[in-house]
C-alpha cells in the first residue's frame, strides 16, 4: 500500500470545507485503489493522509489532488507519495 500526503494552507476554512466535503473527499474515495483516507486541520494548516493499494494509484490520485486544490480557498504546500510500512 502507498499513502498520498498532502500539506496544505486554508486561507477560507468554510469555503475549503465545502470543497472537502463536495468535491476531495468523494473523488477521492472513488478513485481506482482507494482504501482510506483522514482529512485533519489546526488552525490554518491541513493535513491529510489518503491510502491507497498500490504506488501507482496512489501516483494517479497525488495528481487529481494536485489539480482539485484550488486556491485562494487553500494553497497547497506539498504532496507525498509515501509507501505505507505498519498500519493498525
Known sequence: MHAVVVNLVIN?????LAALRDEVVPQ???????VTGIWTRKGDAGLSVVVFDSED??????????SAVSEPTATLQSVEVREVVAHA
Do not use: N, Y
Open 12 to 16: 477560507e476554512p468554510q469555503a475549503d
Open 28 to 34: 477521492m474515495s472513488g478513485a481506482s485503489g482507494f
Open 57 to 66: 494509484t496512489a501516483s494517479a490520485a497525488a495528481e487529481q489532488l494536485r
